[in-house]
Antibody
């Protein structure tokens, strides 16, 4: 079945970097754009950026420009989101979400990865 | 940048009642790009409605979406116990999500 499986929870110190993975299965990986969305504890959903798994092009939310890097590995159908210079405000659950072009919506979501930034 | 504002922030209702959730856009949004999601505690969001009014696969028909331009509505005709959750509207843009409406048990 179509699914996105993310890497496990992370605990990082302020100033460090984190890299979260999202492995796709059950569909043609290069046919669907992938987005990253995060959710701080008790808060709403915040869009971070998008990657085209086919060519690797990316677009990031202005808030994260210079700190976030999204990449992909077509050989393993995996996308990655790396966030650097972590601060406590980056403590959140990070989701990858597939964008279905025929629906114009996020139709499949990963299970989420909790990233905790604490000294 | 289009901003989505959801109201109310919290809706307190009893099972069996009708829920009406509002999503208002700061500028006109194409209906093709308006979606609704349900999120339960500890879970990822789940797509309910796309194209403003089309139900996603497996979504019960008690969920319906309507609206156009700047005003969109998600209606749950009769609340089931499993419907108590947070609901988000979304449009395609750099700030795609509304702030959410929590539907809680009264």
């Amino acid at each position: 079945q179509v699914q996105l499986v993310q890497s496990g929870a992370e605990v990082k110190k302020p100033g460090a970097s984190v890299k979260v993975s999202c492995k796709a299965s059950g569909y043609t990986f290069t046919s669907y754009y992938m987005h990253w969305v995060r959710q701080a504890p008790g808060q709403g959903l915040e869009w971070m950026g998008i990657i085209n798994p086919s060519g690797g092009s990316t677009s990031y939310a202005q808030k994260f420009q210079g700190r976030v890097t999204m990449t992909r590995d077509t050989s393993t159908s995996t996308v990655y989101m790396e966030l650097s210079s972590l601060r406590s405000e980056d403590t959140a659950v990070y989701y990858c979400a597939r964008y279905g072009p025929s629906l114009n919506a996020f139709d499949i979501w990963g299970q989420g990865t909790m990233v905790t930034v604490s000294s | 940048e289009i901003v989505l504002t959801q109201s109310p922030g919290t809706l307190s209702l009893s099972p069996g009642e009708r829920a009406t959730l509002s999503c208002r856009a700061s500028q006109s949004v194409s209906s093709s790009y308006l979606a609704w999601y349900q999120q339960k505690p500890g879970q990822a969001p789940r797509l309910l409605i796309y194209g403003a009014s089309s139900r996603a696969t497996g979504i019960p028909d008690r969920f319906s979406g309507s609206g156009s331009g700047t005003d969109f509505t998600l209606t749950i005709s009769r609340l089931e116990p499993e419907d108590f959750a947070v609901y988000y509207c979304q449009q395609y843009g750099s700030s795609p999500f509304g702030g959410g409406t929590k539907v809680e048990i009264k």
